[in-house]
C-alpha cells in the first residue's frame, strides 16, 4: 500500500513536470509511422481551448489538404522536416475567406520547417491556370511566430490578415500583392522571391491594409533581400494609411526605378507611410523614388526595425524558448 500511494506520488509529480516544460507531442507520418496521416487528423485531435505548448511534427512529405487552426486551439507548433520536405499544399482559388492552403486563426501558434504551398498558380508555369487570388496562408491569430517556413504561391500568396506575427528566415515567394494585409508584423532575415516573370507587367511585393493613424499595423521587413525575375514594385497601397518598412534590406535589379504605386490613392499620398531605411543593392536606386514615398530618419526608422514593434509583453520570448 506504501509503496503504491509512493508511485502515484512520482507519477503525479512527473506529470506536472512535464505539463510545466510542455512536451506535448502528436506525429504526422504518411508511411503510417505516426500516430496520424495528416496534419488536419492531428490538429483535430487537440482539445478545444489547449493550454500546452503542443508540438505536431510533421514527417516529411507533401501532404495535400487544406489545414485550419481553429481559434480555440491555441499553443499549437506545426514543426515540419524542412521547407523543401514538409510542404502543406492545396489547389484554392477565388474566395480567399475559404480557399487558403492554411489558415491559422489561434493566438500563440508557431510554425517552423514547413512550407505552405497554392498550387493553383504555383511553382510558376507549372499549370495552365489564369492568374487569380490564391492564398497560401492566412493568418488571422495574434502572437504568432514563423521560422524557417516558406510561402509559395503567385497572387495573394500570404495574407497577413491580423495580430502580431513575427517571421524569422522565412521565403516568401509570388507575383502580385503577395504579402498583403493588416497585420502589425516583422519580417526579418527572410527571403521575398518574386517570380513577375511569368505575369503580364510589374508586380507588387506588399499590399498593406492600415485604415487609420491610429491602427498599429504595418510591415517591417529587417535585413531582408530580394530576389527573381520579371519586374516589381515595392509595393501598393491596399489602405488609405498603408505602412511598410524596408530596412537594410538588398534589392536585386527587378526593382523598379519609381519604387512604389498609389493605386487606388492617388492624390492623398501623404497618408501612407511606405518608405525604406538604408536599402542596399542595384535594385535600391532611391534618387528615382515616387516623391511621395515617406522618408523616415534615423530614430523613427529604429523604432520600426525592432522586436519591440510587435512585442512589448515578452511573447517572443516564449517563442524562442520553443524553437529550441
Ligand atoms: C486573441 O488575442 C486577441 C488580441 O490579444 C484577443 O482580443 C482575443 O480575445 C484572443 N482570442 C482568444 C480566443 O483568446
Not at 78 to 91: M, R
Not at 204 to 211: D, L
Not at 278 to 290: A, D, I, L, Y
Amino acid at each position: 500500500m506504501a509503496s503504491l500511494k509512493w508511485c502515484i506520488c512520482i507519477f503525479l509529480s512527473l506529470l506536472s513536470s512535464i505539463s510545466s516544460i510542455s512536451a506535448a507531442i502528436i506525429v504526422v507520418d504518411q508511411s503510417k509511422r505516426g500516430g496520424f496521416t495528416t496534419v488536419q487528423a492531428a490538429i483535430n485531435s487537440i482539445p478545444s481551448g489547449n493550454t500546452i505548448w503542443t508540438t505536431i511534427d510533421i514527417k516529411q512529405g507533401t501532404y495535400r489538404e487544406q489545414v485550419i487552426i481553429p481559434e480555440d486551439k491555441p499553443f499549437i507548433i506545426l514543426k515540419g522536416a524542412g521547407t523543401k520536405n514538409t510542404i502543406i499544399s492545396w489547389n484554392g482559388h477565388g474566395a480567399i475567406d475559404a480557399t487558403a492552403t492554411f489558415s491559422s486563426e489561434a493566438n500563440n501558434t508557431i510554425a517552423r520547417d514547413i512550407s505552405f504551398m497554392n498550387s493553383y498558380n504555383s511553382p510558376p508555369k507549372s499549370n495552365r491556370n489564369p492568374m487569380d487570388q490564391a492564398v497560401a496562408a492566412r493568418i488571422l491569430g495574434d502572437k504568432s511566430a514563423f521560422y524557417r517556413c516558406g510561402f509559395f504561391g503567385l497572387q495573394d500568396t500570404l495574407w497577413d490578415v491580423q495580430g502580431r506575427h513575427y517571421y524569422k528566415s522565412c521565403t516568401i515567394e509570388g507575383a502580385v500583392d503577395f504579402i498583403f494585409g493588416d497585420a502589425q508584423s516583422l519580417y526579418e532575415g527572410c527571403t521575398i522571391s518574386v517570380v513577375a516573370g511569368s505575369v503580364n507587367g510589374p508586380g507588387f511585393i506588399t499590399a498593406q491594409g492600415r485604415e487609420n493613424p491610429n491602427d498599429k499595423s504595418g510591415f517591417v521587413f529587417y535585413n531582408c533581400n530580394i530576389i527573381g525575375d520579371g519586374k516589381v514594385y515595392l509595393g501598393r497601397p491596399w489602405r488609405s494609411y498603408a505602412r511598410v518598412l524596408f530596412y537594410n534590406t538588398q534589392m536585386s535589379d527587378i526593382i523598379v526605378p519609381q519604387g512604389w504605386d498609389a493605386w487606388k490613392n492617388t492624390g492623398n499620398e501623404n497618408r501612407l507611410s511606405l518608405s525604406e531605411y538604408k536599402s542596399r543593392g542595384p535594385g535600391s536606386m532611391s534618387s528615382r523614388r515616387v516623391g511621395w514615398a515617406k522618408k523616415l530618419n534615423e530614430g523613427e526608422a529604429n523604432k520600426l526595425a525592432t522586436i519591440s514593434f510587435i512585442d512589448n509583453h515578452g511573447w517572443i520570448e516564449n517563442v524562442f524558448k520553443n524553437l529550441n
